[in-house]
């Protein structure tokens, strides 16, 4: 059974600041996926990574996945109340259509 | 386009009683499945399925039945709801990918055992 960690559980920022939220495991994953999740809401995907050491940009979020394909982390630059919300990494293993979620990440951004 | 639609929205249940969730897709995606989302748990996968006619356990699967008869389709069916079943309810689907694809989530149903 794979041990997936995410850290801080929650954070509280206020706007303008940045900040770095992760996600380790014990195992290897073949990729990652990050999902954001606004409250009252389902999780949305955010990004996809593959390879080892890739980084994807979208807009002010930077996600990067280890080289050992074992940790994730997801950095907000200038961050805004519209990116309050549950950040979610969910690890793909051999079976890739079975999603094992993360407990998630609690970001609020206060005005 | 519709997505995933769940459906009802909001349900209390006295203890006893049975009811199903539902979950439909117009996606034509053949990955489907159910999730719970309790305070400080997250996510925990309940039951999935790879395509119609074919369903497989998840990680908390007691008290908790589905089927899937069509591509569109995967109910959850509580049979006799007890008070730990209180959570938020989430289906997903996907399309099948050797990187992962994209699962589109609904917007959950919360639901309440008394």
């Known amino acids: 059974t794979q041990l997936l960690e995410q850290s801080p559980q929650f954070l509280s920022i206020q706007e303008g600041e940045n900040l770095t939220v992760y996600c380790n495991s014990s195992s290897v994953f073949s990729s990652l996926q990050w999902y954001r999740q606004e409250p009252g809401e389902g999780p949305v995907l955010l990004v996809t990574v593959v390879t080892g050491g890739e980084v994807k940009k979208l807009k002010r979020l930077t996600f990067q996945f280890g080289d050992a394909r074992k940790d994730s982390s997801l950095h907000i630059t200038a961050a805004q109340p519209g990116d309050t919300g549950l950040y979610l990494c969910a690890p793909l293993g051999g079976s890739n259509y079975k999603l094992t979620f993360g407990k998630g990440t609690l970001l609020t951004v206060n005005p | 386009n519709a997505g995933v639609t769940q459906t009802p929205k909001f349900q209390v249940l006295k203890t006893g009683q049975s009811m199903t969730l539902q979950c439909a897709q117009d996606?034509?995606?053949?990955?489907m499945s159910w999730y719970r989302q309790d305070p400080g748990m997250g996510l925990r996968l309940i039951h999935y399925?790879?395509?119609?006619?074919?369903?497989d356990q998840g990680e908390v699967p007691n008290g908790y039945n589905v089927s899937r008869s069509t591509t569109e389709d995967f109910p959850l069916r509580l049979l006799s709801a007890a008070p730990s079943q209180t959570s938020v309810y989430f289906c997903?689907?996907?399309?099948?990918?050797?990187?992962?694809?994209?699962?589109?989530f609904g917007s959950g149903t919360r639901l309440t055992v008394v």
């Open positions: 399925s790879v395509g119609a006619g074919i369903t």
């Open positions: 997903a689907s996907s399309r099948f990918s050797t990187v992962g694809y994209g699962y589109t």
């Open positions: 996606m034509n995606h053949e990955y």
